[in-house]
DNA sequence: TGTATACTCTACTAACATAATAGAGATTAT
DNA sequence: ATAATCTCTATTATGTTAGTAGAGTATACA
């Protein structure tokens, strides 16, 4: 699994429109400047994520970005596997890597897939409820800190 | 982490010296016709392997390269950060990702250490004898299955 | 119905990484 | 000597990443 500017990008994203689940759609714009991403960047992205089904748009005035499903039901993995594809660490557990003759023959296999499992269970088990939460505790931990 | 083609027949050229330890040096040609290689990028790994300290070579005649260590002292973890770099997930985890502006203040830090720290728990205790074991292991049961 | 505000879509590009390939040179056993 | 073998530097083709550019479409509201 490699997380690509793109990825974290998103991430950020849907954790924004997390956060702000419930109250009405957030601009471009504003999701640009509150996660400091490129704003042309992020247009494609969202289309992205769109097309993945994670989040709807309004157009026109008072438009912006929604997300599709509560945030409870967006899981950290299902985004990373969208945006920057396969979790695994090489593309024979998938099968599309040629650099294996014979895939019952190699010793490697095994341990690429117990990575990948150990890395499934991480980010499949976190949901984006589960990360609006830990960020709205680290906002009010960093403010009393002050 | 992402295994590259150059990681992977890294791998199997430590794999297959490993067969081959206490038994004098295997030529590139070797090495490379076994684990089907192409040979002028298998020359240049062997390269950086050699100045990694994972292999010693002969020159000349009745050359070829050996281990320097012996194989239950070579990690798969170390040869894999030896080739392919960092076995993280994200650059963030080892502070050469610029995207974001306040590492304290992310949430999704402690999730890549997180991934990070389960797959070095992997590839960190699976050393080349265990996994020259397997492979003769494999290679036995494949021979009866026929 | 005009217009400002916002999303939509396709194309393009610079920089970098990957997976090799090419070829001349150095060393050693016999 | 010479054949076999490793050594080293350059070059290249292909693909990916991280953007940028610009014209187009939809909507609220005055
Ligand atoms: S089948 Fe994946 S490295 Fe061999
Ligand atoms: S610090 Fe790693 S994604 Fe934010």
Redo the contacts between chains.
Sequence with gaps: ???T?KG??A??TI?ALSLHYGSGPTTIHDLARRA?IPIKFLEQILLDLKRGGFVESRRGKVGGYLLSRPPQRIK?GEVVRFIDGEVE??ACVDNK?K???DI??C??RN??Q??AR??F???DN?TFED?AK??KK??TA?TYQI
């Design positions: 699994m490699h997380i500017y974290d990008y991430l950020k954790l400091d950290l660490p090489i890597y650099g294996c003759k019952s023959k010793v490697f341990i690429w117990d990575v150990a890395t269970k991480i980010v976190i990360l830990k960020e680290l906002h960093l």
